[in-house]
């Protein structure tokens, strides 16, 4: 049995809208006006234990609101959600106590308390055992080195040793799942790359089911198996991050040929071609002509000096999904 399973998942916001000034104000009070948002529609996803799966799409794409339903803070407008075994919103006490969560820019520290008593707090909250306490705490700051402000107030800290701690915390009491909501927003590299070994860590080690949604390239090579896309609430896509990058993205070849004034190439999956630099670069899809078949065609016709296969970018193809959805182009 899958560890998350949602189905046909909907939440639907209303935004009121009102017109300026007192009149406005009156006309509200009889009639509300509202518009339809549509955060999510009809998700599907199932999670299984121990996966680590990244959450991607644009800004708006219902990201967060996903999350919400999932961990309980929000209720689901229709459909389904199921989390080892719970509602998350209808038993939302109980679900609490087997995830971890972590909101990017949302604290679930205690602001003015020092990073160690607010660590005591969860502990109590989570029913933590001492021994248990120590040993995690022991191994947690061997990778995330939390000793270096244990005793400062969380206020004081910095962006990247609060993000620590905010992992620490969410990590606490081990739960079977963990949902990161852009956790490493605004970080240095290093500090990054601390976090993404400790979450690495934490699901190959214990086994804790990462749910992790980000706008990093980085996290998102080094840390999923697995990627969800998102576009206008909608999912898109569910699958490996490299065949993600073949159905998104043209192969590309680039050529060296003798008589480049009279190049022009018409076979079926070719996309297009433009010369740079008196290296014409061919645009193809893989799916309808392989780089072989496409090599032999161009052999056939022209004299070709030299040739190049590019990889695909998959730094292009996340950052597309996140700044036009999959289709705005
Ligand atoms: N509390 C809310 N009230 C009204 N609209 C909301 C609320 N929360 C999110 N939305 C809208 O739902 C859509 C999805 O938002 P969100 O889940 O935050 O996206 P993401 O996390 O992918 O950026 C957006 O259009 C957003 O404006
Ligand atoms: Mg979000």
Request: aromatic letters at 8%.
């Amino acid at each position: 049995m899958s560890l998350i399973k949602a189905e046909n998942l909907n939440k639907t916001f209303r935004i009121y809208s009102r017109d300026e000034g007192i009149r406005g104000y009156l006309k509200s009070l009889v009639s509300r006006e509202y518009e339809e948002v549509h955060a999510v529609e009809d998700l599907n996803l199932e999670i299984e234990e121990g996966e680590m799966i990244g959450y991607i799409g644009s800004n708006g794409a219902g990201k967060s609101t996903t999350v919400k339903m999932l961990t309980g803070i929000l209720e689901p407008s229709s459909g389904t959600v199921e989390v080892d075994g719970l509602d998350p919103h209808s038993q939302r006490k109980k679900n609490a106590m087997h995830i971890g969560v972590v909101f990017g820019q949302k604290s679930q520290l205690w602001w003015d308390l020092p990073v160690r008593e607010s660590f005591k707090l969860l502990k109590e909250i989570y029913e933590v055992s001492d021994e248990e306490y120590q040993n995690r705490i022991d191994e947690y700051d061997e990778v995330l080195q939390l000793s270096d402000f244990w005793d400062q107030p969380v206020r004081k800290l910095s962006l990247g040793q609060k993000m620590r701690c905010e992992l620490a915390a969410a990590f606490l009491h081990q739960p079977k799942i963990v949902y990161l909501d852009e956790p490493t927003i605004g970080l240095d590299v290093a500090v990054k790359e601390r976090i993404r070994d400790f979450i690495k860590r934490m699901n190959r080690e214990k086994n804790i089911t990462v749910m992790l949604t980000t706008h990093d390239i980085g996290d998102i090579e080094d840390l999923c198996d697995r990627i969800v896309v998102l576009d206008e609430g909608r999912k898109i896509y569910d699958g490996e991050l490299s065949s993600l990058v073949d159905r998104f993205t043209s192969r590309r070849m680039i050529l060296d040929v003798r008589d480049e004034e009279g190049f022009d190439i018409q076979v079926e999956g070719v996309k297009g071609y433009e010369s740079n630099d008196g290296r014409i670069e061919v645009t193809f899809d893989r799916d309808v002509v392989s780089a072989s078949d496409l090599m032999r065609h161009l052999l056939d016709e022209y004299e070709v000096l030299d040739f190049e296969l590019k990889e695909p970018d998959i730094e292009a193809v996340v950052k597309k999904i996140y700044n036009q959805g999959i289709d705005g182009e």
